[in-house]
């Protein structure tokens, strides 16, 4: 049986926070607000595998006002997640930040991101797309995260 789920996150920069995106820090002066890690790159995949099982969204199973997930590593909840599917076919992401440029970061993302979800770098695409200046995100006061997932085999 294969299932398509679709994903989104968006979070506020701010100061005196790392920016971590797919579990890789970035190097800025700004990260990401959230009451987790805020990585909305593992947010949105999240989202897009819990669309695909039909089991609602991130905040369902791991509520924000919940503090034993207080700055915790996004990569374990992503784990988490990863127990309800037997196999992912694949997994295209776009990352919408104006600053700070990331493609020196895509491989590594890539990489991080196939280890955690035990597939292949060939299964798993991160782009990054700036806004031309537009909107919050393109006056770099946010990034945005799109991700969709094509699981092949599940459990649930």
């Known amino acids: 049986m294969y299932r398509i789920g679709q994903g989104f996150d968006i979070h506020q920069l701010v100061e005196e926070r790392d920016l971590i995106l797919g579990g890789v820090r970035i190097e800025n002066c700004k990260g990401l607000l959230g009451h987790s890690d805020a990585d909305a790159l593992c947010h949105a995949i999240i989202d ?3 669309g695909a099982l039909a089991l609602g969204d991130i905040g369902m199973h791991f509520p924000d006002d919940d503090p034993q997930y207080y700055g915790c590593d996004s990569t374990e909840l992503l784990k988490d997640v990863l127990y309800l599917v037997i196999k992912i076919g694949n997994i295209d992401c ?4 104006q600053t700070p440029k990331l493609s020196p970061y895509i491989d590594e993302i890539r990489s991080n991101l196939a280890n955690i979800l035990k597939i292949r770098m060939n299964q798993i695409s991160v782009k990054a797309k700036t806004m031309e ?3 919050p995100i393109g006056e770099s006061k946010a990034i945005a995260v799109d991700a969709v997932v094509l699981l092949e085999e599940i459990i649930v």
């Open 94 to 97: 776009t990352i919408k930040a």
């Open 48 to 50: 897009a595998m819990l």
């Open 133 to 135: 200046g537009m909107g």
